[in-house]
């Protein structure tokens, strides 16, 4: 086992590791391109954890006997190309974090969309079920850094392709692919079947102990899924056809089975509205039966389960305008489906940092529900194009509050004003929930 470990980024993930690798004992450096966030680096000093920023000094790098890789930083890098050069080890923190997880058992989230809304109802699922379990990955603390502080008897992980890409051992008991569409192809050499086989990799190392939970109604997820060499138990969920075991809904009605017995429950309970939502409640509901949670907490999470902030967040209704708050969408297909839920004529708004976007996905809602696009971001010329014929008015702006209040001058009563990106949020904010805050605050102030 490598002692001399050096971790790659700074962020929660990067310091989550730190954290844990220096408690198990190996000798630890961190180092960061750019600067770090103040809370993190009084952490690191407080630990006695040596980091360097704003530069990667390959000297020191290049000694590690391992190298951690915090998820943002991408192969192409210069330091990671050094790396890969010298032939040394690399793994993300969730495989760190497994490593040391005892006998702890782990749900595992990915997917292009829904996997963040997926994950809350899993752990909301577990928590109300009396379970020791926390809350970990692209939500809220590290898993590496649950690990070393206060370690549970179960995980629930939100996991990214990018922390997949780096797994080795890590195996999740269940495991949870929402769906697959083309997300980050500039992380993946704009090859989609990268991407794929990247999502994939979160069964890969699962036995017949284990569970693997999927859309039967992706096409890309159902035409890839023979490629791989699943050994765990299949559950497919589908809203198409009968499947068992699995979930599946019917005439308005859940069907939930992994064992003998079965769950029904009608979709008109659901507190999750939109038909994603019911995608994204049956993958929770298999997983809590395979966790052996009796039916009727199951049946009480769902019915009361509290929304996310930044996911499809109701705001406020201003003079009859209401406002949503959806800056968690971040690519195409989950701005596809905030249309998709949207009843009443829409003001949307648009643009950020591009990931190589798809537009023409949206053009269907956009001609059907959209009177108005407020782009948002600093290049907009890719929007203009894809959408400059299908509305009358497409307005730039270059802050949350220009564009709250060019929404609100262009909508009328009833209408809904509808953040919902489709793109990274880099270019005008630090990150989507400072692109949200700003969005909510400039609601406010109307």
Excluded at 156 to 179: G, K, M, R
Excluded at 238 to 250: H, L, N, T, Y
Excluded at 333 to 355: C, F, H, Q
Excluded at 410 to 432: E, I, R
Aim: proline share 2%; charged share 25%; aromatic share 8%.
């Amino acid at each position: 086992m490598g002692k001399r470990v050096v971790i790659l980024g700074g962020g929660e993930s990067g310091v989550g590791a730190a954290l844990l690798a220096k408690r198990k004992g190996y000798e630890v450096f961190l180092s960061d391109g750019s600067s770090l966030k103040e809370n993190y680096r009084n952490e690191l000093l407080s630990e006695g954890i040596p980091f360097e920023e704003g530069m990667h000094t390959l000297e020191r790098v290049l000694h590690a006997d391992e190298v951690i890789k915090s998820p943002g930083i991408p192969e192409s890098s210069p330091v990671m190309r050094a790396i890969r050069e010298k032939g040394i080890r690399v793994i993300s923190e969730v495989e760190l974090a497994y490593r040391f997880k005892g006998n702890s058992r782990i749900v595992a989230i990915t997917g292009s969309n829904g996997k963040t809304t997926t994950t809350s109802l899993v752990y909301q699922l577990c928590r109300r079920a009396g379970l020791n379990v926390a809350l970990v990955g692209n939500i809220g603390y590290s898993f590496a850094r649950q690990v070393a502080m206060e370690p549970h008897e179960l995980y629930v992980v939100e996991i990214s392709s990018f922390q997949l890409d780096d797994i080795d051992q890590f195996c999740p008991h269940v495991a949870i692919l929402t769906n697959i569409t083309e997300d980050h192809l500039d992380r993946y050499d704009y090859v989609f079947l990268n991407y794929i086989n990247s999502k994939f990799r979160i069964a890969m190392n699962q036995g017949p102990a284990d569970y693997f939970i999927y859309c039967a109604d992706d096409t890309v997820t159902l035409t890839h899924l023979k490629n791989f060499s699943i050994q765990s138990n299949q559950l497919p969920i589908s809203m198409k056809r009968e499947v068992s075991p699995g979930a599946f809904i019917k005439d308005g009605d859940m069907y939930v089975r992994t064992g003998n017995e079965v769950m029904t429950m009608s979709v008109f309970d659901f507190a999750l509205k939109g038909k994603h939502n019911q995608y994204n409640t049956m993958a929770a509901c298999v997983a809590a039966a395979t966790l052996d949670i009796r039916k009727d907490k199951i049946r009480d999470a769902v019915q009361h389960f509290e929304q996310l902030e930044h996911r499809m967040e109701y705001v406020a209704t201003v003079r009859g305008v209401e406002f949503i708050n959806d800056s968690k969408a971040t690519n195409v297909n989950s701005t596809w489906y905030a249309l998709e839920s949207m009843t009443r004529p829409t003001i949307l708004i648009l643009g950020g940092v591009d990931k190589g976007n798809d537009y023409s996905l949206l053009a269907e809602g956009i001609r059907d529900k959209v009177k108005a696009i407020i782009c948002l971001g600093k290049d907009t010329k890719k929007i203009h194009e894809a959408f400059g014929k299908l509305v009358n008015v497409l307005v730039d702006t270059h802050s949350a509050e220009e564009a709250v209040q060019t929404a609100f001058h262009l909508a009328a009563k009833g209408d809904t004003v509808l953040l919902s990106p489709a793109c990274a949020s880099f270019d005008l904010f630090k990150n989507y929930e400072d692109r949200g805050q700003q969005f909510k605050k400039a609601v406010k102030d109307l």
